[in-house]
């Protein structure tokens, strides 16, 4: 067998040689040992790429243009990979049999992505209004116990999530306010 390359790699001989590492893959008809033969790899991505065009044909239609040569300016390139990549990781963990392992790590980064929101306010905003040491240090602790307490300790120890969390239902509420409505007072705070 020749070695030929495949977009990324050298592909060839040199995939697993015990016949107990060459698993079925959750992919009727596929092994493991097929990640390292560039036909069965192709015909793979093939696959993949017809599951993608089913499921979204516009993205389809753009990732082929892609993968044909053209050309995306930033971020457009960044976003389409991005968004390509919401349902290679589905059609992965279910290659490799890892759904509910895959599950977990999207509920942990779901049940987070609160934090992130948090820390995108704090530089864009809060960073900027209130310098370094705007809180005078005989005010700090005073302070953190009323973050605590709105907080209202629903997530045990994680300090950073509560205040994420509380600051989401805070930011909720501005961003309704801005509306012109104002916000439901029985929300879950």
């Avoid at 060839?12 to 092994?31: C, H, I, M, S, V």
């Avoid at 390509?84 to 290659?95: G, N």
């Avoid at 895959?102 to 934090?115: H, S």
């Amino acid at each position: 067998m020749t070695t030929q390359t495949f977009a990324f790699a050298t592909v060839g001989p040199a995939g697993p040689t015990n016949p107990e590492r060459n698993f079925p893959l959750g992919r009727p008809g596929y092994a493991y040992r097929d990640l390292y033969e560039s036909d069965r790899l192709m015909a793979l991505d093939a696959e993949f790429r017809r599951e993608l065009a089913a499921a979204d044909p516009q993205l389809g239609t753009r990732f082929e243009s892609y993968r044909g040569g053209a050309e995306f300016a930033p971020p457009e390139d960044g976003d389409l990979l991005v968004a390509v990549a919401r349902h290679l990781s589905p059609f992965v963990a279910r290659l490799f049999g890892v759904e509910a392992e895959w599950q977990r790590l999207l509920d942990v980064a779901a049940r987070e992505q609160v934090i992130f929101r948090m820390k995108e306010f704090i530089g864009r905003r809060a960073s900027k209004k209130h310098a370094p040491g705007a809180v005078p240090a005989t005010e700090a602790a005073a302070l953190h116990a009323e973050v605590r307490q709105l907080a209202s300790g629903k997530d045990g120890n994680d300090q950073e999530l509560e205040l994420a969390r509380a600051l989401a239902v805070l930011l909720d509420d501005e961003a309704q306010l801005a509306t012109g409505v104002p916000p439901d007072p029985i929300k879950q705070r």
